[in-house]
């Protein structure tokens, strides 16, 4: 790019551009020495919101100290946030120092009501670089979201995405869903933390994590950076990974669950990845355990044959079969199939039914010991069958109110 | 420039619309008809050929048969949907006739019929009277037609035939096959589109009745959808439609995961209230989210086991295959979205031809409309009210046409699904930008944020008491929805000129359209 003696620094952009762009906008910062801010608008809500965007362009250049310059904003749709992130991402690419803070303010009622074990059946991977997907994400009642900072963003976008990342975090309603980014690799994903850990995430997802100290570089990042409990769910994609996967699940106190990357572990150990997936079982099995061994969760891949609602009803099910209590979703209308076939089925219901009833009564009676019938009943079981009647309850296939429900 | 005055739901429309006076709306069922019925000119068989052949050589020939000058009002069918090529052919000829100032009078139009807009730029066509969408949508919206457009509902198309507001010159009905004397059916031929019912009143009240068909049989073509006894010729030509965008409407199941929802919901919404019981009938339009809706509900019948009593068409697949299973015994069809539909109609006696007179006529003794348990919509906009806007978008633009959208508002229960916005754009405002269909008769919008429930149906609101539904004040909505968006969205201006007049099932006028600045 030759560069106008008048100009200061290099033109940046940031989003996406096109007749089929919706609900995300480009925009283009050229910066300049002096004559003040000149706008060009273009965006398919003009009549209704033309001058709110222009008033939000110009707010957020005094605000990021950009205030000279010219600005392109070719918008199809974006809401606030979406304007907000783009215009910083694009002075940011000018190579200005931007100053202070221009943040969207607080939204998600829901947030900070996550748990160490709440359920995390099923979680929906949203591309960081396509907001059009953020919006509604919450409706599908997915346990979680992620925000994909890694594989589904291109290297260009990496840097706009974890700004729009951020806004999300701050602005989308995601209806009660955990909310899970997932930084990138190394010394990208940490710095990606520094926009990431202050803004209300409740959990962060590290890619191929080979060893404990990767999880524990971020632990470190994450505590310089916020007081906030933020949870940690390691991703193992390699042979070294599955090699060391119990010391990576006990790597870190933030650590809640343990998940395995498919495609990449099946390439690296240099097979294709099949329907039955009986490459990968060991590997599967080796992640069960190790998060076992930690309390944690052990969460599978995902199914990526979206079409094939079959296909993923037994891959669930054999998942669960396995020991795992979740699945990765990268379409919507997988998360009520994901859920139906994690849903206890119902003599397993009604089993845990009535030995949580016998645990409740001896717990009244002081009793130490949990019989049913003549028979005791190991506190292992007790708990499962604690965690059964949970997610029965979750699933809709027991009332909340059972237990006076049965006295009566 | 006409005066403008103020109607029964507070919208300012002008006094004249072409050449009539305005009858302004003044209710749901408030204006009362008086009168008889237009009827067409007495004819003598003396003057047609005993042999039953009423074939000319072309469409040129029966125009100058038919005695075409200025100023006549022509009018066509849409069953060929976006596959039409015989509204271009009429008015080609009409042009190489030198005939000037017509009045086309379609049942709708297509973006195929753009090349239309030369015809009204030289003077040929004067304006146009019908459902207006894509480019003509445009050129009428920008204030460029020398009449105001006329759009009305499939009954309401109906009414105003039969009540003598739009008297036909000459009415030509693309056929996909058709006998020598003018008897014609769609069920069958290489351009085969089903039925034909748009055209039935065409047929039966136009001075001058031409058949047009690329697939001539010889006498008795059978069935006789357009019976010959009302047509005065017969043209072949090589191609009536483009068969492959025929039933190219709005026939794919959406794949956008919030649209699903929508239809998921409305669906549990049919289920939940206990309208979904053996014997009920129900219909959905031709988009994406209906069709899911049908896809859904189909479902929960075969869970509960309940069969229905008759299914609406417009036919597609899905409803053949309810049909076909045993889940209903009847479709009572407008029009075919697809060759299954086609299919069944030629073949099932289940699948029954119907016409704007049997289900939407207003002016009429009842009408199929009303005895529908529910049906399920689309719209443009919404309000706080219940209100809906089918034809505009939110900056006034001509986008749709009416349809049947108006005349199924008569039924048991009126479900719009609506996302709650488009692009940034909140569907969910204060005031329609353009009222099509009054609040009263709207009873639920399903949007993928929730259900809202028109108050004054405290029946459903009671039938959905403990279902799992998520159910949302409409104001509740809104303010969300303004709130993802970034506050209400600016209004935008609109010109003095009025461009459209949108007229209620009755004949009174509802609203109007304004020219886009």
């Known amino acids: ?408 | 420039m006409s005066e403008l005055i103020r109607n029964a739901a507070g919208r300012l429309i002008p006094t004249r619309i072409n050449e009539l006076e305005t009858k302004p709306y003044q209710g749901v069922g408030a204006w009362r008809p008086s009168g008889r019925k237009w009827s067409p000119p007495i004819r003598s068989a003396a003057d047609f050929p005993v042999d039953g052949n009423k074939c000319v050589s072309s469409i040129h020939d029966a125009l100058k048969r038919a005695g075409i000058r200025d100023g006549m009002t022509i009018s066509t069918h849409h069953h060929f949907r976006n596959g039409d090529l015989v509204a271009r052919a009429i008015f080609d000829a009409a042009a190489e006739l030198g005939v000037k100032d017509l009045r086309w009078f379609p049942s709708a139009s297509f973006p195929c019929h753009a090349p239309l807009i030369d015809h009204l730029e030289s003077g040929v066509i004067h304006h146009i009277e019908g459902s207006m969408n894509g480019p003509l949508g445009g050129y009428c919206s920008r204030g460029k037609m020398r009449g105001l457009g006329v759009l009305r509902s499939h009954g309401g198309r109906w009414q105003a035939i039969q009540d003598g507001e739009v008297r036909i010159d000459i009415a030509v009905l693309a056929a996909p096959t058709a006998d020598p004397f003018g008897n014609a059916t769609g069920d069958r031929g290489p351009s085969a589109c089903g039925l034909l019912g748009f055209g039935l009143a065409d047929s039966l009240f136009a001075d001058h009745v031409i058949v047009v068909t690329d697939n001539l049989v010889p006498f008795p073509c059978v069935p006789w959808q357009i019976q010959g006894n009302n047509v005065d010729s017969v043209v072949v030509v090589d191609k009536v439609g483009d068969p492959s965008r025929i039933v190219s409407g709005t026939t794919q199941i959406t794949k956008s995961p919030d649209r699903l929802l929508i239809a998921e919901y409305a669906a549990r919404f049919v289920r939940d209230s206990g309208i979904m019981r053996d014997g009920f009938s129900f219909q959905a339009g031709a988009g994406g989210t209906a069709l899911s809706f049908g896809i859904y509900l189909r479902e929960m019948m075969r869970e509960a086991g309940v069969k229905a009593g008759f299914v609406r068409g417009g036919s597609n697949r899905y409803l053949v295959e309810m049909l076909e299973e045993g889940l209903t015994p009847y479709i009572l069809d407008g029009q075919t979205f697809d060759l299954e539909g086609v299919r069944s109609m030629r073949e099932n006696p289940g699948h029954l031809n119907t016409s704007p007179f049997t289900s939407y006529n207003f002016h009429g003794k009842g009408n199929f409309a009303s005895m529908v348990d529910v049906v399920i919509l689309g719209a443009t906009e919404v309000d706080i009210d219940f209100n809906a806007n089918v034809v505009t978008h939110t900056d006034g633009r001509l986008l749709h046409g009416i349809g049947g959208w108006q005349n199924c508002l008569a039924s048991k229960c009126t479900i719009l699904a609506v996302p709650s916005f488009r692009n940034r754009v909140p569907v969910v405002l204060d005031r329609v930008t353009t009222l099509c269909g009054p609040g009263e008769l709207i009873d639920v919008i399903a949007t993928e944020r929730g259900l809202c429930i028109n108050p004054r149906r405290e029946d459903l609101i009671e039938a959905l008491r403990g279902s799992d539904l998520p159910l949302i004040e409409i104001a509740e909505l809104k303010a969300e929805v303004e709130r993802i968006c970034g506050g209400p969205p600016a209004k935008p201006a609109q010109s003095e000129q009025v461009v459209a007049a949108i007229q209620w099932v009755d004949g009174t006028t509802i609203d109007c359209v304004h020219a886009v600045k």
Not at chain 1, 10 to 37: M, N, Q, T, Y
Not at chain 1, 48 to 66: K, P
Not at chain 1, 277 to 297: D, H, K, P, T, Y
Request: with cysteine.
């Open chain 1, 1 to 408: 790019m030759t560069h106008d003696p008048s100009t200061r620094g290099h033109a940046g952009e940031a989003g996406s551009r096109g007749p089929r762009v919706r609900s995300d906008c480009w925009i283009r910062f050229e910066p300049a020495e002096k004559g003040g801010l000149e706008i060009e608008l273009k965006s398919t809500a003009e009549a209704y919101y033309g001058e709110s965007i222009d008033a939000l362009l110009r707010e957020g250049c005094a605000a990021l100290g950009a205030e000279h310059g010219a600005l392109l904003c070719e918008d199809g749709g974006a809401v606030p946030f979406v304007l907000m992130a783009r215009l910083e991402a694009a002075i940011r690419e000018a190579g200005l120092e931007t100053k202070g803070d221009w943040l969207p303010p607080i939204h998600d009622p829901a947030r900070g009501a996550t748990r160490r074990d709440r359920f995390r059946r099923s979680r929906l991977y949203l591309p960081g670089s396509q907001p059009k997907l953020f919006l509604n994400a919450g409706l599908h009642r997915p346990d979680a979201i992620i925000l994909d900072l890694e594989d589904s963003v291109a290297p260009a976008a990496k840097l706009a995405s974890r700004i729009l990342v951020r806004n999300a975090l701050r602005q989308v309603d995601f209806m009660g869903a955990e909310r899970m980014v997932r930084i990138n690799q190394g010394e990208l994903g940490l710095s990606d933390l520094e926009q990431i850990a202050p803004h209300g995430v409740d959990l962060i997802l590290i890619p191929k994590v080979e060893s404990a100290g990767e999880v524990q570089a971020v632990d470190g990042r994450i505590r310089e950076l916020s007081a906030d409990e933020v949870f940690l769910m390691p991703i193992i994609e390699s042979a070294r990974g599955v090699a060391n996967a119990t010391e990576i699940a006990g790597a870190s106190d933030r650590n809640v669950a343990l998940t395995i990357g498919l495609e990449d572990y099946t390439a690296d150990i240099g097979v294709q990845r099949t329907e039955s997936g009986e490459e990968s079982l060991w590997a599967r099995c080796a992640i069960v355990n190790a998060a076992r061994a930690f309390g944690l969760q052990a969460i599978d891949s995902v199914y990526s044959d979206v079409g094939n609602v079959e296909g993923l009803r037994a891959s669930v099910d054999e998942a669960r079969r396995l020991g795992f209590e979740g699945k990765g979703c990268i379409h919507p209308r997988q998360i009520g199939v994901v859920h139906a076939a994690l849903a206890p089925a119902a003599n397993e219901v009604d089993r845990a039914r009535r030995i949580v009833r016998a645990f409740r009564k001896a717990e009244a009676r002081g009793l130490g010991v949990v019989s049913l019938g003549t028979r005791m009943i190991d506190p292992p079981v007790v708990k499962r069958a604690l965690a059964t009647v949970d997610m029965a309850i979750a699933t809709g296939r027991l009332a909340g109110d059972w237990e006076s429900a049965d006295e009566e």
